[in-house]
């Protein structure tokens, strides 16, 4: 037997959407885009959102729209994907990592005002498999010095602490449709914001500053674009949105599906002798986005052949950013700045967790688990 690590569920409706798509006139940013911005931005309960090609160009964009440029410093985690602290520099700004809380995995709170300096002008949390950070905590701290505070919600759509949703207290939530994601596209992203004057600001500079998109310039008597900033190509188009749409009534549903599936795990691992897993904090509600164990350190990458060789799909989400070779060379990190993150990056196995699992297939991941520990 062989077990994916992950399928994504899209069926019928998401392929009579994107028919539909084909046979329309847009295939570009046009009414789908609009659509699904609107749909979602109701779900998450927040004024705007504004779609784009990926959770990498939503972050980018976000930051150059608040005002990260050169030599300007970015609080955020070291334990994540690549693309939260490469969007930090593609801006021209520098990534500060805090180390995280052992607990959760997320960007640790407490930590975060030793790490602001005369040059900070931002943080940049990441809501970690789905667990959102304490972003009560972070907002107090953003205001109390002045800075923005920009969430990385790519695991967090149906994520909720503290009576708080992603977007809700931040300038700005970006978000992740990239093939194994919960709401999914292959490609795609998305900015919620309750801030108007940053949404426009978004819209402009995801289709290169022009102030005319082609859906605009479609209806009507012509009229002449101008280019009223420098943007880039960013923009999310109808074929995207097409398969967003369908999915956002099922959100609740598929959510669930992995809850049940994730609880099936905790209730076979907790106890274990050389495992480990995350504690949810009081008040939260997490996305369920990854489900992800610690074994030691010494054995881990032995762990994750033996799980494969099983035909059980694993992975590590994430192994520290500080101690890629990039970041070492640009910045001189050393092992032993981040401990907690280091810890973390080296004991992590990420297993299957997907709405489609059968019960036989979720019972193979089980044992397999079981096997490769003893």
């Known amino acids: 037997m062989k077990v994916e690590f992950y399928r994504h569920a899209l069926g019928e409706e998401e392929i009579a959407s994107v028919v539909e798509t084909l046979h329309s006139v847009f295939l570009t940013a046009g009414p789908k885009t609009r659509a699904f911005e609107a749909a979602f931005a109701e779900y998450l309960g927040v004024r705007r959102v504004v779609g784009v090609s990926s959770c990498t160009s939503a972050l980018l964009l976000t930051l150059r ?44 709170a407490e930590r975060v005002e030793a790490a602001i300096t005369p040059r900070t002008r931002a943080i940049l949390p990441v809501h970690l498999y789905g667990q959102m950070c304490d972003m009560r905590r972070l907002r107090v701290i953003a205001d109390r010095h002045g800075l923005a505070l920009v969430e990385d919600a790519a695991h967090c759509v149906e994520g909720e602490r503290d009576g708080v949703r992603p977007g809700q207290l931040s300038d700005a939530a970006c ?20 801030r108007d004057e940053l949404a426009e600001r978004l819209f402009l ?3 290169h500053g022009m102030d005319k998109g082609a859906a605009d310039r479609y209806h009507g008597r012509y009229q002449h674009w101008d280019m009223v900033c420098l943007g880039q190509k960013a923009n999310m188009f109808d074929i995207q949105a097409a398969l967003l749409l369908p999915q956002i009534p099922k959100i609740f549903r598929h959510w669930q599906r992995r809850c049940e599936i994730a609880a099936k795990y905790e209730s076979a691992f907790t106890g274990l002798p050389g495992l480990e897993l995350h504690r ?8 369920r986005h990854l489900f992800t164990i610690q074994v030691p350190a010494a054995t881990r990458d032995g762990f994750l052949g033996r799980l494969q060789a099983l035909g059980v799909g694993c992975t590590v989400n994430y192994r520290a950013i500080h101690l890629l070779t990039y970041y070492q060379q640009r910045f001189g990190f050393q092992r032993g700045t981040f401990p907690v993150a280091e810890a973390i990056g080296d004991r992590t196995v990420s297993l299957p967790l997907w709405v489609g699992l059968q019960e036989h297939e979720i019972r193979h991941v089980i044992d397999g688990v079981r096997a490769c520990l003893e």
Not at 77 to 105: C, K, L, S, Y
Not at 175 to 194: M, Q, R, W
């Open 175 to 194: 978000f992740s449709f990239y093939a194994t994601k919960n709401l999914c596209a292959g490609e795609g992203g998305a900015v919620a914001t309750d």
């Open 65 to 108: 729209a608040l005002n990260v440029g050169p030599g300007d410093e970015v609080i955020t985690t070291p334990m994540t994907f690549i693309a939260t602290a490469n969007a930090i520099i593609e801006a021209g700004g520098v990534p500060v990592f805090v180390d995280v809380e052992a607990a959760t995995g997320n960007l640790d």
């Open 205 to 207: 500079c995801r289709s």
């Open 280 to 287: 949810l904090p009081q008040g939260s509600r997490h996305a």
